[in-house]
């Protein structure tokens, strides 16, 4: 937050009749997390309302995605997070449509909740560019039911290789794909090369999991593009090290189920296809009847509001907020900051203060690519762009300092420690009512006496 | 074990043309578990098949369903338990029928497994006693899926009573029920009404949790029936100062979707009813073709051996096995013991020994009711009838100490600490896709900017 007034935009929501003004955030992310604590016990009423019981640390999903931690060291109850903030109310139900004439939010239960102040912050969702049939065959990574799917697929995928060759003797390659060389994609093709090289090895008997490929297909022409050069070419020597195929410039034409088809009609067998390529806004912004930029985004000012509507805040990745000619990139950092200063302005419009400019204040980003292994750019409180092993302690700390509750943190150093010591993954459940749902039914096979187990 | 010897049972399968006998297990619980680390490095081939890849530790899953534990703390990957077996081999199917004429498996992905023994271990199911529709209102406990399912009713219940306070200013009734009053029934219904008295109070604005009802329903005259009386009556006391209403000797007539009706049409709501009143043995002990109880359990003579077939083991709660003029109860001890002797003879048949008579050594019982509350009916290595805190220290102590890895060992301790002193859970989390799936969409109720959340 700067120093820089907008007098233009002040306490336009009279506070009328001597009560407590009603604030509605929608989305327990990061944004409506840090708009809460910022309205928590002060004189407003606070209704935060989100799908999920639950807020997720959604920068460590693809550790659970990989096996490395469970759910609940990354997803801490909202209930929980926001127990002592008196004023603030949680309620589980979904948000069907906004009404900005008569400022009523209608949700999915048939409530209809009342507002003075709206703060909306739903983030985003996987855009599959209108080939909405990709989904099936190569799922995100956006929620915690997201990354337990993943995990499912890839677990699967190893075991029915197992089965086949103790069937036949042999099987096909076991093929990873991972489309979307952003920090997602990096790091869960990391995470997959490591799970087979390093966590799996000893499990089977029939297949050798070192063996299996994992590739990264990216159209642009360098991986983590939003990072400067020297750190792309960082990671991509240390994915390499590990075993990762790094496939550039290379255009994704079609999505089908064991395969993809790149560039002029190449073939790439898969028996996991990952989409980390596109993300869409949450399609709460355009039912707000405000400007929304080709992405879905909410065009906001430097308030964080949108045109005509100083009453409603929009936060976090549903934003378009432009800082220095640029876009503020959809991450954790300006979406834990836009929801703070959005509740900090509600405030100030109670005390009948100016509104201030939001600025964005960027402290750098991080990738883990494997154990021992990251990329950093760091930009406060000193610059720096570290690859290899201070990258990774740095990201170990940053993120065990960030995970929102205590418990969670404890645990998941715990896990961390006995991941990356002992080479142990506890999580490595296949979980969900079909679990074998992804099998198909083979020719009837006779596995005779003769054939041992030992190799 | 003990050193009577059966003579009339010897080595009658022979191990031919100098090959390796190949052992097939079905089960990964405690039985095909025990079977397999007995035979683990020896010199037959072992085929372990599950439907999931994870073993269970069962005695801990209401934990799961009441959100102090994980399901990753209570399950771990059958590969990982056995990795060090290298002579065992597991496979993720499911065991469709058994040709014990042929001796082959034949499993749903259409793999025929050959096998010179045959080691069955598939545990038990619920029973709803010819009422299968009752199942869908009310949810047995046997799976970790089972644990999250119930966990999910349970706090979307308290969920969907907030939102009904918030739109209304009043809320019916919040009833749990709980059918059946042996170990697992007592343990969920004593959780439930400590979840509702002391770990949710402080999260919720517009209901309170410690006004929700529990009760327990038990056909029979008495709690806990397996156990001494004194201990029952222990067990009622404790169960009751925590709040549950415990009604012994009430028939249930019906299953409803929202209530229950006992004895001579009595209703009793309820907003989520639990089943615990009845098991029955896994189908495919009806499959063998051998001769079984009226619960579907196979009757096994002094080795383990269906009548006719001294090449099949029957382990664990499949097993109706007669000791002492009494059946073995199906609990996890003599699961163990039972997968651990039926490895054991196969070895003596390689060595030409005769077989061994079977012989549970029962340490006895224990049931938690709450948090420093149990019963302990102990047997070994003294006697002793316990209820409250020593009871509660012995259940941790021994609970700790079988958790099958050591990991998971660690990791329970430091939640259980956690959940035990500061009353803080951690695993509150509803997951799976349709989190709200459970609820009825309600007449649209405007909620006005009048309504404060402090109460």
């Known amino acids: 937050m700067t120093k820089i007034r907008d007098v233009s935009v002040t306490n336009v929501v009279a506070v009328a009749e001597g009560r407590r003004p009603r604030v509605v955030i929608i989305g327990g992310g990061f944004a409506g997390i840090n708009a809460a604590k910022a309205l928590a016990n002060s004189a407003v009423d606070v209704t935060l309302i989100d799908r999920c019981n639950h807020h997720t640390f959604q920068p460590l999903l693809y550790q659970v995605a990989l096996a490395v931690l469970t759910t609940s060291d990354i997803a801490t109850p909202i209930r929980g997070v926001l127990r002592h903030a008196r004023n603030v109310e949680i309620l589980m139900d979904e948000v069907v449509n906004v009404d900005t004439k008569h400022r009523h939010v209608i949700l999915g239960s048939g409530l209809e909740i009342e507002y003075d102040y709206l703060i909306v912050a739903t983030g985003s969702t996987h855009s599959y560019f209108g080939h909405n049939d990709w989904e099936q065959h190569a799922p995100g990574l956006k929620t915690t039911d997201d990354a337990l799917e993943i995990r499912r697929r890839v677990l699967l995928a190893f075991e029915l290789a197992e089965r086949e060759a103790l069937a036949k003797g042999t099987h096909p390659e076991l093929n990873f794909v991972v489309i ?57 020597t240390q994915l390499r090290r590990l075993g990762v195929e790094v496939l550039t410039g ?8 064991g395969f993809v088809l790149v560039n002029g009609g190449e073939r790439i067998n898969a028996n996991v296809t990952l989409w980390a390529a596109g993300v869409a806004a949450s399609p709460l912004g355009k039912m707000l009847g405000v400007e929304t930029d080709r992405r879905g985004r909410v065009i906001v000012g430097p308030t964080l509001n949108p045109a005509g509507h100083s009453e409603i805040f929009i936060c976090g990745d549903l934003a378009n907020f432009v800082q220095d000619g640029g876009e503020v990139p959809g991450v954790a950092q300006p979406a834990m900051q836009m929801g703070a200063h959005a509740g900090r302005m509600i405030l100030q419009d109670l005390r009948k203060e100016a509104r201030t400019h939001f600025r964005y204040f960027d402290k750098g980003d991080m990738a883990t690519i494997g154990r021992f292994s990251a990329v950093a750019n760091i930009k406060w409180p000193f610059r720096a762009r570290w690859g290899g092993l201070i990258a990774w302690f740095t990201w170990l700390t940053v993120h065990l300092a960030f995970i929102i509750s205590y418990r969670n943190r404890m645990s998941v150093l715990f896990q961390w420690a006995w991941t990356y010591l002992f080479y142990l993954r506890g999580s490595r459940l296949i979980t969900g009512n079909q679990s074998l749902k992804g099998q198909q039914k083979q020719q009837p096979t006779r596995v005779p006496l003769s054939r041992s187990v030992l190799r």
């Open 180 to 236: 979307g060389a952003g920090p997602t994609g990096v790091e869960l093709a990391g995470a997959i090369a490591e799970i087979s090289r390093l966590f799996l090895s000893r499990d089977f008997r029939h297949i050798d999991p070192k063996q299996a490929r994992t590739m990264l297909i990216e159209a642009g022409p360098r991986i983590l593009p939003a990072y400067p050069e020297d750190l792309s070419i960082k990671a991509l």
């Open 250 to 257: 290379t255009q994704v034409q079609d999505i089908q189920c």
